[in-house]
């Protein structure tokens, strides 16, 4: 494999200098344009290493900013399906153009009411909105209770399937 171009020794001491302040591998590779494992070996060999716990610390940070972001989705994927069922029993402006002589008659607008078709696609549209609310609601749902159910399905496929064996093994000895 080739190797790059090496350090500079003005990029060495930006190393030293960045390390110093407390950034991240990552974050002085893309300062300096350098990959992650040239700003790495390079730290080393100057008897610096980069501290995992602040790695960890932004990890579980960005994780907890996410599961936020997700509630909130969660919330707006909600009250998007309470829109829906709320707009099946409300009147909206229909807009009508037609190609008549007078200019006055050829736009008209009315009060309507949801044709079936419209309160179709509107219960489709609650029910896309309250799947993914729930579905972001399981994915960060601390109980467990989702693997449980995962590992009681198989459990009692696995039970059926035992028992269908010991069925036939009694069929063959008859």
Same mark, same amino acid.
């Given at each position: 494999? @080739? +190797?790059?171009?090496?350090?500079? $020794?003005?990029?060495?001491?930006?190393?030293?200098?960045?390390? %110093?302040?407390?950034?991240?591998?990552? +974050?002085?590779?893309?300062?300096?344009?350098?990959?992650?494992?040239?700003?790495?070996?390079?730290? @080393?060999?100057?008897?610096?290493? /980069?501290?995992?716990?602040?790695?960890?610390?932004?990890?579980?940070?960005?994780?907890? *900013?996410?599961?936020?972001?997700?509630?909130?989705?969660?919330?707006?994927?909600?009250?998007?399906?309470?829109?829906? /069922?709320? *707009?099946? #029993?409300?009147?909206?402006? *229909?807009?009508? /153009?037609?190609? @008549?002589? &007078?200019?006055?008659?050829?736009?008209?607008? #009315?009060?309507?009411?949801?044709?079936?078709? $419209?309160?179709?696609?509107?219960?489709?549209?609650?029910?896309?909105?309250?799947?993914?609310?729930?579905?972001?609601?399981? /994915?960060?749902?601390? &109980?467990?209770?989702?693997?449980?159910?995962?590992?009681?399905?198989?459990?009692?496929?696995?039970?059926? @399937?035992?028992?269908? #064996?010991?069925?036939?093994? %009694? &069929? $063959?000895?008859?």
């Amino acid at each position: 494999m @080739a +190797k790059g171009t090496p350090l500079t $020794d003005t990029e060495l001491m930006k190393i030293r200098v960045m390390h %110093g302040k407390g950034w991240s591998a990552s +974050k002085i590779s893309k300062e300096l344009g350098k990959p992650r494992t040239t700003v790495c070996r390079s730290a @080393a060999r100057m008897g610096m290493y /980069f501290d995992h716990a602040q790695t960890a610390a932004a990890t579980a940070a960005a994780a907890t *900013d996410m599961k936020a972001r997700r509630a909130r989705l969660a919330e707006r994927a909600l009250i998007e399906a309470e829109g829906c /069922f709320d *707009d099946l #029993h409300r009147p909206y402006m *229909d807009h009508a /153009f037609s190609q @008549a002589k &007078d200019k006055d008659e050829r736009y008209s607008q #009315h009060a309507a009411m949801p044709t079936p078709i $419209d309160k179709s696609q509107l219960m489709r549209a609650a029910a896309t909105a309250m799947a993914e609310h729930r579905r972001l609601a399981d /994915f960060d749902s601390e &109980d467990g209770s989702a693997a449980s159910r995962s590992m009681l399905g198989a459990l009692a496929a696995g039970l059926a @399937a035992a028992a269908g #064996h010991l069925d036939d093994a %009694g &069929d $063959d000895e008859s």
